[in-house]
Nanobody
Framework: QVQLVESGGGTVQAGDSLRLSCTSSGRTIGSYGMGWFRQAPGKVREFVTSVMFNGNARYSDSVKGRFTISRDTTKNTGYLQMDNLRPEDTAVYYC????????????????????WGQGTQVTVSS
């Protein structure tokens, strides 16, 4: 059974940084794309960033230049480095693993992923 376990959320002030981690068991992340989504209170879950198996990354306009997605395939773990956080970044953040091995097209929809982490709360105060 494939599982993703997230960690690293918390409460910070505007301008601070946080790093989220997402560790996979049962599926090698180096062969699949990984994505991060977030859901703010009262809003639908939205795409934040994704990385293909080959390392190519894509970001939503709202986080471009502030967030960085990365992976350590030796640890089968993905990361979301979040810098210069803003109050509007407050949300529950979810990592997800792609359903297609060696996919070469961008996976920016929830339906592109079949395994999800449990979510971790990020709260940014002004």
């Amino acid at each position: 059974q494939v599982q993703l376990v997230e960690s690293g959320g918390g409460t910070v002030q505007a301008g601070d940084s946080l790093r989220l981690s997402c560790t996979s068991s049962g599926r090698t992340i180096g062969s699949y794309g990984m994505g991060w989504f977030r859901q703010a209170p009262g809003k639908v879950r939205e795409f934040v960033t994704s990385v293909m198996f080959n390392g190519n990354a894509r970001y939503s306009d709202s986080v471009k230049g502030r967030f960085t997605i990365s992976r350590d395939t030796t640890k089968n773990t993905g990361y979301l480095q979040m810098d210069n956080l803003r109050p509007e970044d407050t949300a529950v953040y979810y990592c997800a693993l792609g359903s297609i091995r060696y996919r070469v097209t961008w996976a920016i929809r929830e339906g592109d992923y079949d395994v999800w982490g449990q979510g971790t709360q990020v709260t940014v105060s002004s």
